[in-house]
C-alpha cells in the first residue's frame, strides 16, 4: 500500500521560508518522477515543482528561483524547500508521482503566508 505523508508546513509571514517534506512508503521511490502540488481555497490543485529520478527538476513559472525541490533516495523521501514566501503560496501542499495518481493523495500541509 502506497503512503505518502507530507509534513513541515506552518504559518509563516511574507518573505519567511519553510522546508516541507514528503516521506513515500510502498513506492520503489528511487525510480518514479515525483512532484509537489498545492491547491489553494477556491482553485484548482496545480503542480508546483516535480524532480526525475536522475535528479532533474522542474518548477511553475509562480515559483521559480524561490522554491526548490530535492530528493533523498536512500531515505525516501523529498523535500521542498521554499523562499520568499509570498503571500499567494497559500496552500495545502501534497507529494504524488507525475502524473498524479488519484489513490495515493495524503492529507497534504497547511502553508499560511500572512502578515
Known amino acids: 500500500q502506497v503512503q505518502l505523508v507530507e509534513s513541515g508546513g506552518g504559518l509563516v509571514q511574507p518573505g519567511g521560508s519553510l522546508r516541507l517534506s514528503c516521506a513515500a512508503s510502498?513506492?520503489?521511490?528511487?525510480?518514479?518522477?515525483m512532484a509537489w502540488y498545492r491547491q489553494a481555497p477556491g482553485k484548482q490543485r496545480e503542480l508546483v515543482a516535480s524532480?526525475?529520478?536522475?535528479?532533474?527538476?522542474n518548477y511553475a513559472d509562480s515559483v521559480k528561483g524561490r522554491f526548490t525541490i530535492s530528493r533523498d533516495n536512500a531515505k525516501n523521501t523529498m523535500y521542498l524547500q521554499m523562499n520568499a514566501l509570498k503571500p499567494e503560496d497559500t496552500a495545502v501542499y501534497f507529494c504524488?508521482?507525475?502524473?498524479?495518481?488519484?489513490?495515493?493523495w495524503g492529507q497534504g500541509t497547511q502553508v499560511t503566508v500572512s502578515s
Open positions: 504524488n508521482i507525475v502524473p498524479g495518481r488519484d489513490n495515493y
Open positions: 510502498g513506492i520503489i521511490f528511487r525510480i518514479v518522477t
Open positions: 524532480i526525475t529520478r536522475g535528479g532533474s527538476t
